[in-house]
């Protein structure tokens, strides 16, 4: 007796997978059984009181709806009659403008069309109900706009075509409609077809009109479904676009370049974060994904760009959370002959105009941390915004006296914030340098208190490689950082120009990395050589896009406001076998 063909050789014509002869003659066997069941109940005789002609296929299960529904569209491919993806339709109007058009009161009376107008729609069917054999309505989206479709056989160029073409259609469809604009007798405008085509079938059953989409692990992983079938997430994603637009005008209206610098590097410099490697074949080297773009950027002040800025995506391998992704959206700027007190108050004007331009005017924003039923925390961008000074804010809230500022690099100020983190149980795994113990404290202690936009200054040298010594507190730099619900949403200092300070703080950066920090900055001898040509007086500043739009549309989570957030891939037999990695984000 021959051997049976190993696992993996044979293919599944449907979903594609390698499987074993036996596993494919299985399944074979049970689609030909349930192909029966379903054409069965397809070709059962109308009830009196008839469903549309799709109402049975409701109770089969995803896997006999996709295989029932996609033998119908392979066998219209074959006849082309009609063709299921035809080339072109032509669209003379948006369902927004149709809306804005013909909504208006006393145009079109109840119950009737306009026969001298013939406009062509397009978009995704949402909804079918009938009434009787001749007479269908469709819920027809597009643009973020619905309208209803009237579908009435006595309005058909010709009834016959109509009607089959009406028996093709099911719930996600993409389709074309050629019509007069119209009301139906209870006053809802509508379109009332002359001719509908089929532009793109459905081949999987939507979800439930009612129910909607709620699994959100599959909101996240099929972002295409999600924006089918919620407004809500189309608007976070429309919000966001306004925010980068106003963000970009903002900045090229005080004078700003727009720039692009390398997503690669040999050094990973610029923020203090743990990066991604990568592999140049041709080069046989190693390189970084770009944690900020920072260096680049004081590059281009040093050579005559006064005002530069970069939105782009920055890569930090760290852990994901409700506020973190390992990919993000960054806009940094570098402004020469301006410091931090500068960039406070831009900082003050641009959010507070900004919000006022998403919000009509008003400065309030409310956010529900916890998720709608949560408890609800009202953030007022009104200018001027509170401050707290790091030090002294820390000492108040701990009752301790801290070291002096230019001895908080010492081992004796280690051992005090070591005890000092004891006696509060404030939590900090190793390396427990003197950067990420204050690091630490600052997080427990003053970062609560930033509910509305707050700024935290007068942070230690310690902890800002890149930033300028204060020029009146000896050991602290010209720094700040914003915070809102509190989570930090930008950073900005007075630049570090003084290049023999810098390679000293790099250096220092260095034997952090020795000790363990994964984190900390090496060397970087090409910024160094820019600064030895002259970086003017400049101050530069970060916000963290992703973070920011999560508080001006209430998301609780960072997957809310990214279209294709870092999701672990699913495991199946393709994707665990060890030969290929497994399809990040996607089903």
């Not at 293919?11 to 036996?22: L, R």
């Not at 689609?31 to 009830?47: G, I, L």
């Not at 140049?280 to 530069?308: F, M, S």
Request: glycine share 6%.
């Amino acid at each position: 007796m021959a051997s049976e063909s190993p696992a993996g050789t044979h293919k599944d014509p449907v979903t594609g997978e390698m499987i074993s002869k036996t596993e494919l003659k299985r399944r074979e066997k049970q689609r030909e059984k349930d192909m029966k069941k379903a054409e069965k109940a397809a070709s059962a005789p109308p009830q009196v009181a008839s469903k549309p002609a799709a109402a049975n296929e409701d109770d089969l299960n995803p896997n006999q709806y996709f295989e029932l529904r996609a033998r119908t569209i392979q066998k219209l491919k074959e006849t082309q009659s009609p063709n299921p993806y035809p080339h072109k339709f032509n669209v003379t109007q948006s369902i927004t403008s149709f809306v804005e058009q013909y909504s208006k009161e006393g145009l079109i009376p109840a119950g009737q069309k306009l026969d001298n107008v013939i406009v062509s729609l397009s978009g995704r069917v949402h909804n079918i109900r009938s009434s009787g054999n001749k007479l269908k309505f469709y819920d027809l989206h597009g643009e973020g706009t619905q309208v209803q479709i009237l579908a009435n056989v006595r309005d058909a160029e010709d009834s016959d075509e109509f009607m089959s073409t009406q028996a093709l259609f099911r719930r996600g469809d993409i389709v074309g409609v050629i019509g007069h604009p119209s009301r139906s007798q209870k006053g809802e405008l509508s379109i009332s077809p002359s001719s509908m085509v089929l532009l793109a079938p459905n081949l999987h059953q939507l979800p439930s009109a009612h129910f909607g989409l709620k699994d959100q692990e599959t909101r996240y992983r099929k972002r295409y479904l999600d924006l089918i079938m919620s407004p809500s997430t189309r608007n976070i994603f429309i919000t966001r676009a306004r925010v980068i637009n106003y963000l970009r005008r903002y900045l090229d209206n005080l004078g700003f370049l727009e720039v692009e610098t390398p997503m690669t590097s040999m050094v990973a410099g610029g923020a203090t974060a743990r990066p991604f490697v990568t592999h140049h074949n041709d080069l046989d080297l190693d390189l970084y994904l770009r944690v900020a773009p920072e260096l680049y950027l004081k590059q281009l002040t040093v050579g005559g760009l006064d005002r530069v800025y970069e939105i782009g995506r920055v890569f930090r391998n760290e852990g994901i959370d409700l506020t973190h992704n390992p990919e993000f959206t960054l806009c940094e700027f570098y402004m020469a002959y301006a410091d931090m007190y500068d960039l406070m108050e831009l900082t003050e004007n641009l959010l507070e105009g900004m919000v006022k331009y998403l919000n009509g005017g008003s400065t309030i924003v409310k956010y529900h941390p916890e998720g709608k039923d949560g408890k609800e925390l009202v953030l007022d961008f009104k200018t001027p915004w509170k401050r707290y000074d790091m030090i002294e804010t820390l000492e108040e809230k701990t009752g301790a006296k801290f070291p002096p500022g230019d001895t908080l690099h010492t081992a004796e100020t280690n051992k005090f914030l070591r005890d000092l983190c004891v006696k509060h149980n404030v939590d900090c795994s190793e390396p427990r340098t003197n950067a990420r113990l204050l690091d630490k404290l600052v997080g427990d202690f003053i970062e609560p208190l930033c509910i509305s936009p707050a700024f935290i200054t007068g942070h230690p040298q310690v902890m800002s490689p890149l930033a300028k010594n204060h020029r009146s507190r000896p050991g602290l730099c010209e720094r700040f950082e914003g915070f809102m619900c509190g989570k930090e949403f930008c950073n900005a200092y007075t630049e570090l120009n003084d290049p023999f300070e810098q390679r000293l703080r790099f250096e220092e950066q260095s034997r952090q990395k020795e000790q363990g920090d994964d984190e900390a900055q090496g060397v970087d001898e090409v910024f160094v050589d820019a600064l030895e040509h002259g970086l003017p007086p400049t101050a530069g500043w970060g916000m963290g896009i992703d973070r920011l739009i999560m508080f001006l549309t209430d998301s609780p989570n960072i997957k809310e406001v990214l279209l294709f957030p870092a999701m672990k891939p699913i495991e199946t037999a393709a994707n665990t076998s060890g030969k290929e990695p497994g399809p990040a984000g996607q089903l």
